[in-house]
């Protein structure tokens, strides 16, 4: 069953993750709300299903999903975190990492085009490794690397 992060845990990970970031908290926008929920409850949402197949595919530790108002394409959706609570990774690194998301958001960064959605990851990844060496005292993984993200190369044009 999903639980809520307490708003002062999700306040002080706000704060580091704009430290990180560089991107100010907004005056004006409300403290977000960070759901955990476990791997089943993921794989239901995001994935397709919660079988043990869909369970075991689904790579997501978290996501933060923007709101939108009235688009023909998603409809009207209301903004949410959402990260899972039995990842390898701590809650909280998992959440510094969708805040920043959130915090690129209320800063008026809406990528559209996959070089704009590649830096939000990167930034986000950045932070991500930041926040555990700095708060949790973990090493730079071996296997870390740029953020699974891949732009469609162009196709060259040809000359004669």
């Not at 959402?82 to 809650?91: Q, T, Y």
Request: hydrophobic share 35%.
């Amino acid at each position: 069953m999903p639980t809520v992060m307490m708003g002062s845990q999700v306040k002080s990970l706000l704060l580091i993750a704009s430290q990180l970031s560089g991107y100010p908290i907004p005056a004006d926008a409300p403290t977000p709300v960070v759901t955990e929920v476990t791997a089943p409850e993921m794989a239901k949402d995001q994935c397709g299903g919660d079988d043990p197949l869909h369970v075991l595919m689904c790579p997501l530790l978290g996501f933060y999903e923007w709101p939108t108002t009235n688009d023909a394409n998603i409809g009207t959706r209301p903004e949410r975190i959402v990260i899972r609570s039995d990842a390898e990774d701590s809650a909280n690194t998992i959440a510094v990492h969708e805040l920043t998301h959130w915090l690129q958001f209320h800063n008026g960064f809406h990528p559209t085009t996959c070089p704009d959605l590649f830096l939000i990851e990167y930034q986000a990844y950045t932070v991500t490794m930041k926040y555990m060496v700095t708060y949790e005292g973990v090493a730079i993984p071996e296997e870390y690397g740029v953020p699974g993200v891949s732009c469609p190369t162009q196709p060259r044009k040809e000359t004669k």
